[in-house]
């Protein structure tokens, strides 16, 4: 007998939640691992033009760990679009006051451009602390071994 190849709906999508605790891990291995959970590639009815990911929680962004020289090295530019508007920050900067910004940016970067991809988008949330307001959603605790090393 064939099988019949299914494909989710976005109406039958019920996302679930997760907290993910970022502290001691690596910056890029955290963030594929989120973009993955985010995407709904972890799911058996994964489909990539449905947005049926699950909703993403990372607490403890300011103890995100970077390695080798990046810190100094990589920079986040910004452009207001107007002439002379370009702002350039490394990390280093960026981590000291808003370390939200750079782990969101990370996760970000590995979504898909586009209409899809910023409807994702709106399903991530970081924190810089320990605690977060989305206790009603009674989110799961996730951890991702691979990004300890």
Not at 37 to 61: E, F, Q, S, W
Not at 82 to 104: D, H, Q
Not at 113 to 132: D, E, M, P, Q, S
Request: aromatic fraction near 4%.
């Amino acid at each position: 007998m064939p099988r019949q190849t299914t494909h989710t709906k976005a109406a039958d999508v019920k996302p679930r939640w997760h907290v993910v605790n970022a502290e001691g891990m690596i910056l890029g291995r955290l963030a594929t691992e989120v973009a993955t959970v985010l995407m709904g590639k972890h799911r058996p009815d994964y489909t990539p033009n449905v947005g049926n990911g699950d909703c993403v929680i990372v607490i403890n962004a300011d103890k995100v760990r970077v390695t080798g020289n990046k810190l100094a090295a990589k920079t986040i530019r910004q452009w207001s679009g107007y002439p002379g508007g370009l702002k350039v920050r490394t990390y280093e900067s960026l981590m000291a006051a808003k370390p939200e910004l750079v782990v969101g940016e990370a996760i970000t970067r590995m979504l898909p451009r586009g209409r899809l991809g910023r409807r994702i988008r709106r399903n991530l949330h970081v924190i810089k602390g320990a605690t977060h307001g989305h206790a009603a959603q009674q989110p799961a605790t996730l951890d991702f071994p691979n990004a300890r090393r």
